[in-house]
T-cell receptor, first 114, second 114 residues
């Protein structure tokens, strides 16, 4: 079974631009969560989607948004990029309903904002 | 709000020795999960072990075991017969039942010395 796939793996943007990151969960997983990882703030929860609905949201400004499609694939978007948005963005999927408690992570998308 | 504290930013141990990583957490909930995740230098987060709070028995997975003290809100990870491949960042994480959001600690960088 394929794992969680994130694209692109690396990208460089300049301040003010916007970026879209993609996440394909493990087949059959319906919940997708996004996390931001930085050296200063550690791992912080961005949001979680289940059946195309956002169920949870972390404390991030409105420039951070996401969505989930009917096939459970998810995208997150960051608009008006700032230098502080440079981070590793991790996606995780899980089987909600079975509630095994386990999240499976992708390798992440490394965003650098110049 | 839940918090997770890892008080050991870095640790190192000789190969084949045993090492214990500490984690404490704070919550008012009674039903929750606790996890230890490993993030090797290749960066994909991998689940090491999980514990359901309602289970009194400590979880074990091969060389990995936990010491779960619910009253003290402590959740330490013991790695026995450490191997070079255990070198990684280790994150302690908390999750409420029915909620996909993970709250992470700041991590412990573990180095296994040959």
């Amino acid at each position: 079974k394929a794992g969680v796939t994130q694209t692109p793996r690396y990208l460089i943007k300049t301040r003010g631009q916007q970026v879209t990151l993609s996440c394909s969960p493990i087949s059959g997983h319906r919940s997708v969560s996004w996390y931001q990882q930085t050296p200063g703030q550690g791992l912080q929860f961005l949001f979680e989607y289940f059946s195309e609905t956002q169920r949870n949201k972390g404390n991030f400004p409105g420039r951070f948004s996401g969505r989930q499609f009917s096939n459970s694939r998810s995208e997150m978007n960051v608009s008006t990029l700032e230098l502080g948005d440079s981070a590793l963005y991790l996606c995780a999927s899980s089987l909600y309903g079975v509630d095994t408690g386990e999240l499976f992570f992708g390798e992440g998308s490394r965003l650098t904002v110049l | 709000a839940q918090t997770v504290t890892q008080s050991q930013p870095e640790m190192s141990v000789q190969e084949a020795e045993t090492v214990t990583l500490s984690c404490t957490y704070d919550t008012s909930e009674s039903n929750y999960y606790l996890f230890w995740y490993k993030q090797p230098p290749s960066r994909q987060m991998i689940l090491v072990i999980r514990q359901e709070a309602y289970k009194q028995q400590n979880a074990t997975e091969n060389r990995f075991s936990v010491n779960f003290q619910k009253a003290a809100k402590s959740f330490s990870l013991k790695i026995s017969d450490s191997q070079l491949g255990d070198t990684a960042m280790y994150f302690c994480a908390f999750r409420n039942f029915g909620n996909e959001k993970l709250t992470f600690g700041t991590g412990t960088r573990l180095t296994i010395i040959p």
